[in-house]
Nanobody, 125 residues
Framework: QVQVVESGGGLVQPGGSLTLSCAAS????????MGWYRQAPGKERELVAV???????NYANSVKGRFTISRNNTKNTVYLQMNSLEPKDTAVYYC???????????????????WGQGTQVTVSS
């Protein structure tokens, strides 16, 4: 099966920086797209940034110029470098892996989307 583990969240002051990581493990052949979403209290989950297997990126307008998404295909890991953090960035951040092509415990190949468990980012003085 596939395991997805996020790390890097925490408490940071306004103007500070954090880097989130999301690593997938298992018998993985490829991952089409890797992205970050966030959900603030009382709000719907929203897309923050996404990166394709070819390296194309897309960002929410609210984070353009401040956040950078990157991926390491060899390690099946996606990163989100967050700079100039603002209180409005406070949320639980989730990674999402689209179209993960892998071999399951029965030896069968599957293609499926996976979510990380979420990591809290709090921006406060």
């Amino acid at each position: 099966q596939v395991q997805v583990v996020e790390s890097g969240g925490g408490l940071v002051q306004p103007g500070g920086s954090l880097t989130l990581s999301c690593a997938a493990s298992g018998n993985i052949f490829s991952i089409a797209a890797m992205g970050w979403y966030r959900q603030a209290p009382g709000k719907e989950r929203e897309l923050v940034a996404v990166i394709t297997s070819g390296g194309s990126t897309n960002y929410a307008n609210s984070v353009k110029g401040r956040f950078t998404i990157s991926r390491n295909n060899t390690k099946n890991t996606v990163y989100l470098q967050m700079n100039s953090l603002e209180p409005k960035d406070t949320a639980v951040y989730y990674c999402k892996l689209d179209q993960v092509y892998y071999r399951n415990y029965e030896g069968r190949t599957r293609r499926y989307d996976f979510w990380g468990q979420g990591t809290q980012v709090t921006v406060s003085s």
